[in-house]
């Protein structure tokens, strides 16, 4: 048992509402300047230019789930030496709802004027609520309260793991909210805490150690209540009244792996040994939205099976799935969907109809788009316990692996989220873009100063705002050139792998891709083609490289004999993976960049709790075909699936952490380089 977040009671009135924010020293960004917020609010900019960061800073503003700025991991790299646990991370800027405004005339006991207030938040996690100067004759004194919660006893390495874990997160949460300000929560404390701590020891000397502790512990959380009370300011009233009204923030990046059939006697093992896996989770959080319960379906399983338990059960089954479909009704635009759960013994099964099918389809043989979409909106709702209003939710981009149209989808989605919440989201896709929506558009620059944000496509942002121009070209609303130049790759684990490995060249003085260059990754070697064909209908300039393999020369073909002839002097270049790195006439993708023994080892972190090493050896692949192809034979031969995209991502997040190109094995290096020289060369054509 640990101890629940905070989270604030949203309930059914208005909040609230984030109007703009700063970010300043946190990762790359040195001072992002106010950043207007509207209820919908896109951040484009290429990668690397500080997107996540931003969205990280502001979501630890006020998270949904207790988490903290952290000084030795946030501060931007280039100013060692110079950290401050007193430096302000993040400001944010509110507009106040009528009712707040006469709860703070109210304590102020004087007219209140302003209608929008100023939180900001430090390093060490305290608030402060920026009033109007002269607006409280008293002070804020938090610095004896803070001092008195860091007298609180520590929990000994005596104690049982498990009550001492709960210790030290009772203790963690007393200094949270002690150094945020939430006076009356921390006042509350000792009675909530009460019942977490009580003695579970095993044994009589456990017990005993649990009730030391016990003793120590609660007399101070009950002197801190008591100067709470005793020393309480007008000030200090006022600050926990803004801060208990503040939004939840909420940040999602890539949706869990999912998958709607699970052995629930499988998962509860695995729940009570604390060792859960990604889908798993995402399974739970189905159950959950669905007001199911894994304990409720685990025991059903075990009583008695007759035609009335039977029967209950399937009623049971049919009320979660009203449940569900009520709330994703009309979420997925391009078709009518019906959520159905069936079980058989411990096997629980999930099947989604369309209004126009008659059978019955596994989830997981859907379409990953729609299985995507599907995740999104099932983690989100979870995420957010169901209470999707007057929350910001921040999404780092949503829709990468959707096709266009739903992506289309996406956006729509997006925009009813945004009635009752403020939504910032960021992306490099120009799909997820709505252009009859400018002013929701902010371009992400990386500057000499840092990672800068602007509401103006000037040509001071201009790798930011290509992607916006790219948006503008595809959608056909303007004449002439979007991006000036773009590089098409085959799926976004080619995009990950390819932007990262050119962002550790250039970090070490060497040529990545030219830096004009917009990299868009398709949805595989037939989408590159047909997105190809549409820029170079555009009069765009276009290398498009293509995996060697037949799909993709079958693919390439297409483009060339198909389509470009349709157009008048194309400007499109194809390159063939293979040629561009001196393999010429052998089949080979992206992974053919790496020695056996760094993919096959990223492999295996992946895929540590889910397969036997000895099914992912290097000695257990086949010979002759290409890396990937001989890791998928190897999957196949213990009834698994190799999933690129995950590993692709690993490998992309392991070069991220690297410093210099030295760090690459020496076979990266020189085929990197053949890679990058090739790509110049192509666009010099």
Aim: with cysteine.
């Amino acid at each position: 048992m640990t101890s629940k977040p905070w989270a604030p009671r949203q309930g059914g009135r208005q909040r609230m509402k984030l109007t703009r924010f700063r970010i300043q020293n946190y990762k790359c960004i040195l001072d992002s300047d106010w950043v207007n917020v509207s209820d919908l609010t896109v951040l484009v900019g290429k990668n690397e230019t500080g997107k996540t960061s931003l969205l990280q800073a502001l979501y630890l503003f006020n998270p949904f789930k207790p988490a903290s700025y952290v000084l030795a991991r946030d501060w931007p790299r280039s100013f060692r030496g110079e950290e401050s646990e007193a430096q302000v991370v993040c400001t944010a800027e509110f507009q106040l709802t009528p009712e707040e405004i006469d709860g703070v005339q109210a304590l102020a006991n004087q007219p209140v004027s302003l209608d929008r207030i100023q939180v900001a938040k430090d390093y060490l996690g305290r608030f402060e609520v920026l009033f109007p100067k002269g607006f409280f004759a008293e002070k804020l004194r938090t610095n004896d309260i803070a001092a008195l919660c860091s007298s609180l006893p520590q929990p000994t390495p005596k104690l049982a793991n498990r009550f001492r874990k709960l210790a030290l997160d009772c203790r963690a949460e007393a200094i949270r909210l002690s150094h945020e300000g939430r006076f009356s929560d921390l006042a509350q404390l000792p009675t909530r805490q009460e019942t977490k701590l009580a003695p579970r020891g095993t044994t009589a000397h456990q017990r005993q150690l649990e009730q030391t502790f016990r003793n120590h512990y609660f007399p101070k959380l009950d002197e801190l209540s008591q100067r709470l009370q005793e020393t309480s300011t007008l000030q200090q009233k006022a600050h926990d009244f803004v801060v208990q009204r503040l939004p939840a923030f909420v940040y999602m990046d890539e949706c869990r792996p999912f998958c709607g059939t699970a052995e629930l006697d499988v998962i509860k093992r695995r729940k009570d040994h604390h060792d859960l896996r990604p889908e798993d989770e995402t399974f739970l959080a189905l159950l959950d939205v669905a007001g199911l319960n894994l304990d409720d379906e685990f025991e059903r399983d075990r009583v008695k099976d007759d035609e009335e338990s039977r029967a209950e059960r399937q009623y049971d089954l049919s009320v979660a799935e009203a449940t569900l479909n009520r709330k994703i009704e009309n979420h997925w635009g391009q078709a009518r969907y019906q959520v159905q759960f069936r079980v058989d013994g411990c096997r629980f099964m999930t099947f989604v109809k369309a209004e126009d099918e008659t059978a019955l389809f596994r989830l997981e043989e859907r379409s990953k788009g729609f299985q995507w979409f599907f995740s999104f909106d099932l983690m989100l709702m979870h995420e957010t316990r169901g209470r999707l209003k007057n929350c910001v939710i921040l999404l780092d981009e949503p829709g990468l692996h959707l096709h266009p149209e739903g992506q289309q989808d996406l956006l729509k989605c997006l925009a009813e989220y945004a009635r009752t919440n403020t939504l910032i989201y960021t992306t490099h896709l120009p799909y997820m873009i709505d252009l009859q929506e400018p002013e929701r558009i902010r371009v992400i620059t990386q500057t000499e100063r840092g990672s800068v944000v602007s509401e103006n496509l000037k040509p001071s942002h201009r790798a930011g705002s290509l992607v916006v121009q790219a948006a503008l070209g595809i959608y056909g609303r303007v004449n002439g050139q979007a991006a000036e130049q773009n590089l098409i790759v085959t799926t976004a684990d080619n995009y990950w792998i390819l932007t990262e490995l050119s962002h550790l060249f250039r970090k070490s003085m060497r040529e990545g891709l030219p830096p004009d260059v917009l990299v868009t990754p398709a949805g595989g070697a037939m989408e590159a083609a047909y997105l190809a064909a549409f820029l170079a209908g555009r009069g765009l300039e276009v290398v498009a490289m293509f995996d060697s393999n037949p799909a993709a020369r079958a693919a390439r073909d297409k483009l060339v004999q198909g389509w470009l002839p349709k157009f008048t002097e194309p400007k499109v270049v194809t390159l063939d993976f293979a040629e561009a790195i001196g393999n010429a006439g052998q089949d080979c993708s992206i992974e053919d960049l790496f020695p056996e023994t760094f993919y096959v080892t990223r492999v295996q972190k992946v895929y540590e709790n889910h397969l036997p090493a000895t099914a992912l050896s290097l000695s257990a692949l086949p010979e002759g075909n290409p890396l990937v192809q001989r890791v998928e034979a190897a999957f196949r031969s213990v009834n698994a699936v190799l999933n690129r995209r995950v590993v692709g991502r690993r490998i992309a997040a392991d070069i991220r952490q690297m410093r210099n190109m030295v760090d690459l094995p020496e076979m990266t290096r020189l085929l990197g380089e053949k890679l990058f020289a090739a790509i110049k060369k192509a666009f010099t054509r």
